[in-house]
């Protein structure tokens, strides 16, 4: 079992930053990928990017590739999405999930998921 736990969403201005946190407990947080995903009102849940179970490897969505950031400290069991002059469009509920080892764009290779931090960007 893996408990994840998001942080650090909140309202930013277009073309704004922030920092979301991924603080995981339980099985040992080096043996899992990482992804980041996203569900904006209305729409379906989309893949953001992900991240090896190193830190040696990063995937992203095309949309954020050059603005959003991914990374890890395994020795804190966290990962971090930085992400960068925000725009509008990406107001969403953020979410971050395991998988066993597969740096994947795809849902459902991943078997935790926490319970997801509100990012509004106001234009």
């Known amino acids: 079992q893996v408990q994840l736990v998001e942080s650090g969403g909140g309202l930013v201005q277009a073309g704004g930053s922030l920092r979301l946190s991924c603080a995981a407990s339980?099985?040992?947080?080096?043996?899992?990928?990482m992804g980041w995903f996203r569900q904006g009102p209305g729409k379906e849940r989309e893949f953001v990017g992900a991240?090896?179970?190193?830190?040696?490897?990063?995937l992203y969505a095309d949309s954020v590739k050059g603005r959003f950031f991914i990374s890890r400290d395994n020795a804190e069991n966290t990962a971090y999405l930085q992400m960068n002059n925000l725009k509008p469009r990406g107001t969403a509920v953020y979410y971050c999930?395991?998988?066993?080892?597969?740096?994947?764009?795809?849902?459902?290779?991943?078997?935790?998921w926490g319970q997801g931090t509100q990012v509004t960007v106001s234009s």
């Open positions: 999930a395991t998988s066993g080892g597969i740096t994947s764009p795809y849902g459902r290779d991943y078997s935790y």
């Open positions: 339980g099985r040992s947080f080096r043996y899992y990928s």
């Open positions: 991240i090896s179970l190193s830190g040696g490897s990063t």
